[in-house]
Nanobody, 121 residues
């Protein structure tokens, strides 16, 4: 089993910054990719940023130039640096990891519990 523990959410004023962290632990052979998704009230969950094992990154158009995703392979941890936050960034941010638990396993998706990010105007 794989556990994802998120931290770093909170309340910030527009224009401010937050840094989210997500640490993966448990039975892990290989992490193929990790990323952050968000869901605002009344809206569908959307990809915010993703990074794979080749350090290839992908961002939602709405956060390009403001958010940066990075990873620490030794700690199985990813970070999301969020700058110049806007009220429309308010959402529950959830960490996702695509993991091969063992050498013989197919990859599975795992999710964290989510962390609230609120940006006031």
């Amino acid at each position: 089993q794989v556990q994802l523990v998120e931290s770093g959410g909170g309340l910030v004023q527009a224009g401010g910054s937050l840094r989210l962290s997500c640490a993966a632990s448990g039975t892990i052979f290989n992490i193929l990719a990790m990323g952050w998704y968000r869901q605002a009230p009344g809206k569908q969950r959307e990809l915010v940023a993703r990074i794979d094992s080749y350090d290839t990154t992908k961002y939602a158009d709405s956060v390009k130039g403001r958010f940066t995703i990075s990873r620490d392979n030794a700690k199985n941890t990813i970070y999301l640096q969020m700058n110049n936050l806007k009220p429309e960034d308010t959402a529950v941010y959830s960490c996702n990891a695509n993991v091969e638990p063992t050498r013989w396993s197919i990859a599975h998706d795992y999710w964290g519990q989510g962390t609230q990010v609120t940006v006031s105007s």
